[in-house]
């Protein structure tokens, strides 16, 4: 089975703090996936990777940044959180054209 | 512009009814369409996949079929444990990713 892990499942900051979320697949998969969902918003795409130090942005890239140093890993950086940045973040992975796995979400509130 | 709208954003069956939901999509580029299934507190998790126009899929209780931009999904005789929130994804071959939308929110009544 393929599992898709993220560091932390609920994680508090305060406004200001650099924050890294981190998620890690172990399918050997090519392409990695950043989400947010909020209420009534569904699932909006930040930023994907199709390769290892690759990076596209999504639809919501602002004030986030990501980084691919190996291709298991895919880590979603915070440089200065924001009360708007609370949401609920998904990390997801697949191989090319096939079906996306998610991990179980980081719930993240900034204060 | 990316987009996927969903119809109707809350659904309320009875047990053993059948539910209808269905989405629309505009992508730039089209290679697959994907129906997920969310339950509360958890990531999506994949249900299944179609590949052109026409296409039907049948897998236990759900019945899909991919229309041009658009897709529909049946859950026949649902159940309680069927209330979850349904997204339809197209997949755009040039780099894989997905747009998910808003989804279907069905909650089932005993």
């Known amino acids: 089975d393929v599992k898709v892990t993220q560091s932390s499942r609920y994680l508090v900051k305060r406004t200001g703090e650099k924050v890294f979320l981190e998620c890690v697949q172990d399918m050997d998969h090519e392409n990695m996936f950043w989400y947010r969902q909020d209420p009534g918003l569904g699932l909006r795409l930040i930023y994907f990777?199709?390769?290892?130090?690759?990076?596209e942005k999504g639809d919501i890239p602002e004030g986030y940044s990501v980084s691919r140093e190996k291709k298991e890993r895919f880590s979603l950086i915070l440089e200065s959180a924001s009360t708007n940045q609370t949401s609920m973040y998904l990390c997801?992975?697949?191989?090319?054209?096939?079906?996306?796995?998610f991990g179980p979400g980081t719930r993240l509130t900034v204060t | 512009e990316n987009q996927v709208e969903h119809s109707p954003h809350f659904l309320g069956p009875q047990q053993g009814d059948v539910a209808s939901m269905s989405c629309t999509y505009s992508v730039s580029r089209f290679n697959n369409l994907q129906w997920y299934r969310q339950n509360t507190g958890m990531g999506p998790k994949h249900l299944l996949s179609?590949?052109?126009a026409g296409y039907e899929k049948q897998k236990g209780r759900l019945n899909a079929t991919l229309l041009k931009n658009g897709s529909s999904l049946y859950i026949t005789a649902v159940q309680p444990e069927d209330s979850a929130t349904y997204f339809c994804?197209?997949?755009?071959?040039?780099?894989?990713?997905?747009?998910f939308g808003a989804g279907t929110r069905l909650t089932v009544k005993p």
């Open positions: 997801a992975s697949s191989s090319n054209f096939r079906e996306q796995y």
């Open positions: 179609m590949y052109s």
């Open positions: 994804a197209p997949n755009q071959g040039n780099n894989n990713d997905m747009r």
């Open positions: 990777s199709y390769d290892v130090k690759m990076k």
